[in-house]
């Protein structure tokens, strides 16, 4: 059991992409967990308290009893693999592992470069008070529509990315397609049929609709 009975921590701000990006895996695997507010608009994350956990002052951190991990990728990798038996299998032997590793390559490099920096601009940076930049919004509208070009061509053949099941590498993607749909280029996965159903399919599973709940977007987004 996770932490021996004790709950897993992670420190961090519900309203971040990269936080629920591992909330989501955790709630794959039906894990308890406790977030840990640290306020990126105070600076908590350059506080003594929280480098002591993460140097690099950054969320979100993992606390699984003595370990304490950061990087959400590297946090996810850590539960699918430590706590592959509870829940769902993130990791299935269904899923082609060559595929696996190269999808979850392709979202670190090619997706979230293009989408983080499209829903920093259309949907966090308002809500710090900062104004959008538009051309920044078209330069990464353009790169996300090409990157999005590639996965409707491999999903028109795949029903997730690494094949029939479910996997680690769909997951890593969920959290900033949501944020994406809250934001007017949220037409970018409706406009790619393909794209549009893996979407549906995913983001239709309990465990992620249990995530999306807790995630405390403003009335207006």
């Keep these: ?5 004790r709950k897993l921590r992670v420190y961090g701000m ?7 990006r591992v909330a989501t895996v955790l709630n794959e695997k039906g894990l308890d967990f406790d977030l840990v507010p640290v306020d990126l608009r105070t ?14 002052g950054q969320i979100p951190v993992l606390q699984d009893g003595d370990e304490v991990l950061y990087e959400s990728r590297a946090i996810n990798r850590y539960i699918a693999t430590k706590y592959k038996a509870e829940g769902a ?7 082609s592992p060559a ?18 920096g499209l ?3 259309l949907l966090i940076k308002p809500l710090l008070g900062g104004a959008t930049d538009t051309a920044a919004v078209d330069e990464h509208a353009a790169a996300l529509a090409q990157v999005l070009d590639v996965y409707d061509a491999h ?51 309990p465990a992620w609709k249990k995530t999306a709940a807790a995630i405390p977007f403003p009335s207006a987004a």
């Design 89 to 95: 299998d993130l990791l299935p032997a269904e899923a």
């Design 43 to 56: 600076a908590a994350h350059k506080q003594p308290h929280f480098l002591a956990l993460n140097p690099f």
């Design 155 to 205: 999903l028109a053949g795949s029903r997730y990315l690494a094949g029939n099941r479910f996997s680690l590498a769909d997951a890593n993607h969920m959290s900033y397609l949501l944020f994406l749909s809250k934001t007017p280029m949220a037409e970018l996965v409706a406009s790619r049929p393909h794209v549009k159903a893996w979407w549906d399919d995913i983001s239709s599973r």
């Design 119 to 121: 829903v920093f601009q």
């Design 1 to 5: 059991m996770a932490g021996e009975g």
């Design 99 to 116: 595929k696996l590793e190269v999808w979850l390559e392709v979202e670190s490099h090619h997706f979230y470069p293009a989408i983080s």
């Design 14 to 20: 519900a309203l971040s992409a990269n936080v629920v």
